[in-house]
């Protein structure tokens, strides 16, 4: 068990760029989860995926942002056109789903600045 | 939806015990979770509620209350590497995938 992997753990784009962060969950969790935090606040939830299957999608998930996890085992998480708002550390995490205590496990994210 | 609160900033002695407080309003509670997390690394598991009550473990306990819409998390022995940002998070019956987070509460443990 390495843990939850999350690539590159920095990113600095000029706004208006494209860009992709990758994450690969802890090998049998079938959950993975993607969150953004900004300073000084809590993670807020953006989409989580069982298995393949996308299950929900925050609002704050725009039509520029869009995320994969096409064999049900890595996730890709894309933003397109970036803005300045964009700026955050963005987390992923995963879960096993046979119970429902079954805590989420983070990685330490893609810090992404927007210059 | 959910609203979570928790204080911004705790400060402590090393050796004392620090109780930080979480009120949340949610439509359908199913669980709360507290994760420590400190500067520039992931959020790590600590405790999870879903039943009225304390739970222990080693130096951290959690207490929730449902009909309150309140939890703490009591920390004993504090040590140095204690000073952390503490998350309370929580999920409702609508999803069993999202956690709504609070603030975090920043707990400043000194000599």
């Known amino acids: 068990d390495t843990g939850v992997s999350q690539n590159p753990r920095h990113k600095i784009t000029k706004r208006g760029q494209n860009v992709t962060f990758r994450c690969d969950p802890i090998s049998e969790h079938n959950r993975l989860y993607w969150y953004r935090q900004t300073l000084g606040q809590g993670p807020e939830f953006l989409t989580y995926f069982q298995n393949e299957a996308q299950l929900e999608k925050s609002r704050l998930l725009s039509d520029r942002f869009s995320a994969e996890r096409p064999k049900g085992s890595f996730s890709t998480l894309e933003i397109q056109r970036t803005e300045q708002g964009d700026s955050a550390m963005y987390l992923c995490?995963?879960?096993?789903?046979?119970?429902?205590?079954?805590?989420?496990?983070f990685g330490d994210g893609t810090r992404l600045s927007i210059l | 939806g959910q609203n979570i609160d928790q204080p911004t900033e705790m400060t402590a002695t090393e050796g004392a015990i620090v109780q930080i407080n979480c009120t949340y309003q949610t439509s359908g509670f199913n669980g709360l979770f507290w994760y420590q997390q400190h500067a520039g690394e992931a959020p790590t598991f600590l405790s999870y509620n879903v039943l009225d009550g304390l739970e222990e473990k080693g130096r951290f306990s959690s207490f929730l209350s449902r009909s309150k819409g309140y939890s703490y998390l009591l920390l004993k022995e504090l040590q140095m590497k204690d000073s952390a940002s503490y998350l309370c998070?929580?999920?409702?019956?609508?999803?069993?995938?999202?956690?709504?987070f609070g603030a975090g509460t920043q707990v400043v443990v000194t000599p």
């Open positions: 998070a929580v999920r409702d019956q609508s999803s069993w995938g999202k956690l709504q």
């Open positions: 995490a995963s879960s096993g789903a046979h119970h429902s205590n079954q805590p989420q496990h």
